[in-house]
């Protein structure tokens, strides 16, 4: 059963915030919180809380182990951006663009394998 959890209007760039994502998608939840504990970007807190938050939402399942959930999906979609601006010299004006984020996570546990698979991980014929 997948959970998932967001955190919408996250005040960081989807361009800076998608390079995290890639960078934990597939691990194991425990592991992704280490990495991103000493990953030193602005997103990778935004998103150890958000796989916090789906770490809460499937303890409240009877019988999930929290320590086999595996990130099945991480995403970042656009925010609405914030239209500021900047007086410059000769009576100019520049506009600066404050872009959000939205950020999604579903951990699910993995998918039990094929005995083929196993067998032709293990090393042996099927």
């Known amino acids: 059963?997948?959970?998932?959890?967001?955190?919408?209007?996250?005040?960081?760039?989807?361009?800076?915030?998608?390079?995290?994502?890639?960078?934990?998608?597939?691990?194991?939840a425990g592991r992704a919180l280490e990495m991103l504990n000493f990953n030193p970007r602005r997103a990778s807190g935004l998103f150890r809380a958000v796989i916090q938050s789906?770490?809460?939402?499937?303890g409240q399942q009877q019988g999930v182990n929290l320590s086999k959930l595996v990130i099945r999906e991480i995403f970042v979609n656009e925010g609405p951006l914030q239209k500021r601006g900047r007086p410059v010299a000769r009576g100019r004006f520049h506009r600066i663009m404050k872009k959000a984020s939205h950020l999604h996570v579903v951990l699910d546990e993995p998918a039990a394998k094929k005995d083929g698979e196993q067998a032709q991980k293990a090393g042996g014929r099927v």
Do not use: C, E, W
Request: no cysteine; hydrophobic share 50%; charged share 15%.
């Open 1 to 28: 059963m997948p959970f998932q959890a967001s955190h919408m209007y996250a005040h960081v760039t989807p361009r800076k915030a998608r390079p995290i994502a890639d960078l934990v998608r597939g691990l194991n």
């Open 54 to 58: 789906a770490l809460a939402n499937a």
